[in-house]
């Protein structure tokens, strides 16, 4: 039993990955780029390249710590051959950036750098370092549904310490992002109203679930009983019999508690018969709460000290502190002589006492050992165990939605570092964090003067993974003259490479095109229209100022811009303000 609660709390706890660039080699990144249709439930709207980002947009702003939330790495090389390059380009509005992010969480979901696995593991991570209000805040910005597991842990985290807003807030989060909870979750978020003393949320919860199991038959009864309906609790107990299921221990301490406090000695009698028929196992909670029936019900003839700690534990279980303060009160008062304190831990139904140092249990050497090591492990990973090493950039040329974050056209964001240069990242961000780093996106990569060397260093000599997402070409990058345009039109309708996107092509692993939609036709747009009469290359700019076209509407739109272009010139218009040349 405590091996096994050891290798979960491991493999709860232990860092996501372990850095291999043999393991990084045998799962080649493209693949799991291309096949982003496959990818679980992230992905499943991924069937155009327009609009497959499935989550509502505002859903997805991680905390401002998210760009990197570092670990300890114990061997991690320092020079590598294992990096990687992967290029995304394409038009405004192709999804891009949208793409950017997808990739940065599809690595972390690969487990290998770290948003399911590692983004499960963060979660579990923040809960078992008792950081719940992390955890859920994380959950809740990320708009991403987590596997049921990690749901478990967290629910059963906020029922253990009595965060049952946080629970709410996990089923709220579960209800926004369409994630339908098995059976076992149902029951968890049933004992968690039920403590919360939400009836009806619980008993709705009761009623959806195709099999009533024991546990949820015994939280809906014990949710009657907290709440002082007792004689509801009492009637769903019996209901259950009559269902044919067999209580336990913990209907048990229900059904007493009920009885204590309806004093009613004839029904609690009858359900301690049926205790004495059907279950063998001893524990603590149950005999006090039986004590504490006959004790309510009539008298508790055996002034023992021993009985009335385990009384007073029974309530503390129960979280009756004023009982406990009562029977403490009766102790102090009848001179019944306090036994020392002590702390139990229940093992498979069996309760096992410890006095403070105590070596008398037979298992004590394996449990200090157990203690330790566990004290050890989550030392050693900190809160650092379940990170996610990954670190945004863009462009400061960027300002359209602000310096802190790569953001979409869809408003979904990301924090980031924008930077005016890529060969101040390491600077800004700190030689050590940049060390841990594992993953780093680019975004507006077209500004970047410094691509080349940046991502040639970072994937060849640092082993990093570096994920580029940027314009390939400009809208027009030399604006000529009418005159200096094709001889057929009279008008330049080249688009140009923009900035050092493509001199990194030859340094990549792999390169996606992507295309938007026409606005004119609708059909695949490969080009960007700009529609104003600036003539810079750089112009930052977003649907106010540019248009993704096909190659026909390019055409037909770059001579109808040109052309409006130099009507306005010829009429030496000096508005500086964006003039809309097309609509
Ligand atoms: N004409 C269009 N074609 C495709 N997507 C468009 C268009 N206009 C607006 N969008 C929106 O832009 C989103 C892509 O945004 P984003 O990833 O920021 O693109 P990029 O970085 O390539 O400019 C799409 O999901 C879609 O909702
Ligand atoms: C075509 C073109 C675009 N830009 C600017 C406009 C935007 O600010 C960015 C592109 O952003 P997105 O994420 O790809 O939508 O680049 C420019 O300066 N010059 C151009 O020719």
């Not at 229900?254 to 049926?274: D, I, M, Q």
């Not at 009985?307 to 303060?325: C, E, I, M, P, Q």
């Not at 924008?418 to 993953?439: C, E, H, I, R």
Request: hydrophobic share 40%; proline share 4%; net charge positive.
């Amino acid at each position: 039993m405590l091996k096994t609660t050891i290798s979960r709390m491991k493999s709860l706890i232990t860092p996501p990955f372990s850095f291999s660039p043999m393991s990084k080699k045998a799962t080649p990144l493209a693949s799991n780029f291309f096949s982003l249709a496959s990818k679980p439930k992230l992905f499943s709207n991924l069937h155009n390249p327009i609009s497959y980002f499935p989550l509502k947009p505002s859903m997805i702003s991680l905390p401002s710590n998210f760009p990197i939330l570092t670990r300890r790495v114990h061997s991690k090389p320092s020079l590598s051959s294992s990096g990687e390059i992967h290029v995304i380009v394409g038009p405004m509005f192709a999804g891009k950036t949208t793409t950017l992010l997808h990739r940065v969480q599809a690595e972390i979901n690969d487990g290998r750098l770290g948003i399911c696995v590692n983004w499960e593991k963060t979660l579990r991570g923040l809960c078992i370092t008792g950081r719940m209000n992390e955890a859920v805040g994380l959950l809740w910005r990320s708009g991403l549904e987590v596997d049921h597991g990690t749901y478990a842990l967290l629910l059963q985290e906020c029922i253990f310490k009595k965060l049952y807003n946080k629970g709410k807030r996990i089923h709220a989060q579960m209800v926004v992002v369409g994630y339908v909870p098995n059976e076992y979750l149902k029951t968890k978020l049933m004992i968690l109203y039920a403590k919360s003393g939400d009836l009806k949320t619980m008993h709705l919860l009761f009623d959806m679930l195709m099999e009533k199991s024991l546990i949820s038959w015994n939280a809906l009864i014990a949710g009657y009983v907290q709440k002082g309906l007792e004689e509801m609790g009492l009637s769903f107990y019996y209901e259950m019999r009559q269902n044919g299921l067999t209580p336990d221990q913990y209907t048990f301490a229900s059904v007493f508690r009920a009885c204590a406090t309806l004093a009613t000695l004839e029904h609690g009698k009858r359900a301690h018969c049926v205790m004495i028929k059907c279950f063998q196992k001893d524990n603590v909670v149950v005999s006090s709460a039986l004590m504490d029936m006959y004790f309510k019900c009539s008298s508790l003839s055996d002034e023992n000290a021993g009985k009335y700690v385990v009384l007073s534990n029974a309530y503390a279980a129960f979280g009756l502190w004023d009982s406990v303060a009562e029977v403490r009160g009766v102790m102090r008062d009848t001179e019944i002589n306090k036994m020392p304190a002590y702390s139990s831990i229940e093992v498979q139904g069996k309760a096992h006492f410890f006095l403070l140092g105590d070596k008398s249990h037979r298992e004590s050497e394996e449990i200090y050992k157990t203690i330790i090591e566990m004290i050890w492990i989550l030392n050693d990973a900190g809160h650092n165990s379940c990170s996610i090493n990954v670190a945004l950039i863009k462009s400061n040329k960027d300002n359209r939605y602000g310096l802190d974050s790569v953001v979409t056209h869809d408003g979904v964001k990301l924090p980031c570092c924008a930077l005016p240069n890529l060969s101040s990242f390491k600077q800004t961000f700190g030689q050590d964090a940049y060390d841990q780093l594992d993953v780093i996106g680019i975004d507006e990569a077209q500004f970047f003067g410094d691509l080349y060397d940046f991502c040639r260093e970072v994937a060849d000599h640092d082993g990093k993974t570096v994920i580029v997402a940027g314009l390939d070409g400009d809208y027009l990058s030399l604006p000529l003259k009418f005159n200096e345009g094709p001889v057929d039109s009279g008008i330049n309708v080249h688009r140009r490479s923009f900035g050092s996107v493509l001199d990194i092509i030859p340094l990549a692993d792999s390169v996606t095109k992507l295309s938007a939609q026409c606005e004119i036709c609708g059909k695949r747009a490969f080009f960007t229209l700009r529609k104003t009469e600036e003539t810079q290359t750089e112009l930052i700019g977003g649907t106010d100022v540019y248009m993704p076209v096909c190659r026909h509407h390019y055409v037909s739109g770059q001579v109808a811009v040109e052309a409006a272009r130099m009507v306005l010139q010829s009429q030496k218009s000096s508005s500086n303000n964006h003039k809309l040349l097309v609509r």
